[in-house]
């Protein structure tokens, strides 16, 4: 038995797991945030109980330092050495990190090299590992990528129709975020339904805030709707996706607007808050959609018809699948997306019941007909626990 983390660092927050593996039961979660500023906020839920404190954290070393002080005062772990493993959820492994590794100089140096990919996350990722590295300089630590489950996506998948060299030089191409979600739905779908990894093809959708589609063939990432960036794909909170990038040249043009202006408009201003003028969040949209309110109503249809699409080409894509995968907060939570997604895809002999599918909440279950000609499943991800998974991998393999 080993107790393991699964860190998850923000430039401001922490979000973390505490497992006891491999029975993979979870002892403790919790969060820091605002770290750095004022009231910064502690919480933890552990054994039934909740705690949450508001004090000053000003970097993340103290952040980790409250969190340990925390597990060991709660009873959670006895000692801070109890904590054999860490995953880190590092972000962008760009193409060279196609699986998780376990902390190295060359992996540390690598990881460096790739900050232009994801120049907010990707420091975070280190800030975090460093802070963790420093509390528990004897644990196992391990790098977890949101890119490297997609590393398998073939190159006609992942290249863009520009110039040639913008790949060579520069490394533009799709790379896919989401991973540790898409590969976690793959695993359970294939546990649940008692198939081999290599025998699964499905259509995995998180849709969550941030929102992304995976074709999943042979039990690989195969396309994924987000791209150089997690601004690419299907519409989201803020971010609008897919859109003619002549846009972006017609935009700065008329308005004089810099590249800032444009990257916060397409990731902050688009989306449901966008289209709906009203917010990010998809129940206030359905909220409003139910009383009438038109521009809700559009953006709804928007973010449906956005889903069903890239559903759709995937599965042409893949010569045909054998489920489709909900996950996410919108996914895990909303029947009613989850409802007009699935008519929009009955030419598929997709089947979903209201009996099967209404209300169903934030737990697994196969939504289809018997008669549905490919099944569609409810899985909540638990990306937190790849991470952990990962990191006791890494402390087996090498004790
Ligand atoms: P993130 O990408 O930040 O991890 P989440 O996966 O938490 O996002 O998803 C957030 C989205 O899920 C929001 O649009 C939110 O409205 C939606 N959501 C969460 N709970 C519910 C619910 N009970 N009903 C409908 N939508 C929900």
């Not at 983390?5 to 401001?12: E, I, K, L, P």
């Not at 509390?135 to 391990?142: D, E, K, V």
């Not at 290599?198 to 709707?225: P, Q, R, W, Y």
């Not at 018809?305 to 042409?316: D, F, L, Q, W």
Request: hydrophobic content about 40%.
């Amino acid at each position: 038995m080993a107790i393991v983390m699964s860190v998850n660092a923000g430039s401001s927050s922490f979000k973390f797991q505490v497992f006891e593996m491999p029975e993979e039961k979870v002892l403790a979660q919790g969060n820091v945030e605002r770290i750095g500023l004022e009231n910064s906020i502690f919480g933890m839920k552990f054994n039934g109980q909740k705690i949450k404190e508001v004090m000053d954290i000003p970097d993340h070393g103290v952040a980790v330092k409250k969190i340990m002080s925390a597990l060991v005062d709660n009873k959670i772990v006895e000692h801070l050495d109890d904590i054999q493993a860490v995953g880190h959820r590092m972000v962008h492994g760009g193409e060279y990190f196609d699986h998780s590794v376990k902390e190295s100089q060359e992996a540390i140096d690598k990881f460096i090299e790739l900050t232009d990919l994801a120049p907010l996350h990707n420091p975070a990722g280190l800030l975090g590992y460093r802070s963790f590295k420093e509390a528990l300089p004897h644990a196992s630590h391990t790098f977890v990528f949101d890119t490297a489950f997609h590393q398998s996506m073939p190159k006609e998948n992942y290249l863009y129709p520009i110039p040639y060299e913008y790949y060579e030089n520069d490394k533009i191409r799709r790379y896919g975020m989401h991973g540790t979600s898409h590969l976690y739905l793959t695993q359970r779908y294939a546990e649940l339904t008692g198939k081999k990894i290599e025998d699964v093809n499905i259509v995995t959708c998180h849709l969550g805030n941030g929102g992304s589609i995976t074709a999943v063939k042979n039990g690989k990432s195969f396309k994924t709707s987000m791209g150089f960036t997690p601004l690419a794909g299907i519409m989201m909170g803020t971010r609008c996706g897919d859109i003619d990038p002549a846009i972006i040249v017609y935009l700065q043009k008329k308005y004089g607007y810099t590249y800032e202006d444009i990257d916060n408009i397409l990731n902050k201003k688009s989306g449901f808050l966008g289209v709906s003028g009203i917010s990010s969040d998809s129940r206030d949209i359905e909220d409003a959609a139910a009383e009438g309110n038109e521009r809700a109503i559009l953006a709804e249809k928007m973010f449906n018809n956005r889903v069903i699409e890239t559903v759709s080409g995937y599965i042409g894509l893949m010569g045909g699948a054998d489920a489709i995968v909900f996950a996410g907060g919108i996914g895990e939570n909303s029947w009613l997306h989850r409802k007009e997604i699935c008519d929009g895809l009955s030419v598929f002999g997709v089947e979903v019941l209201d009996e099967l599918n209404k209300d169903v909440r934030g737990v697994e279950k196969k939504l289809s007909s018997e008669a549905s000609k490919m099944e569609v499943w409810l899985i909540p991800t638990d990306e937190e626990l790849v991470m952990a998974r990962d990191a006791y991998k890494d402390l087996m393999e090498n004790a």
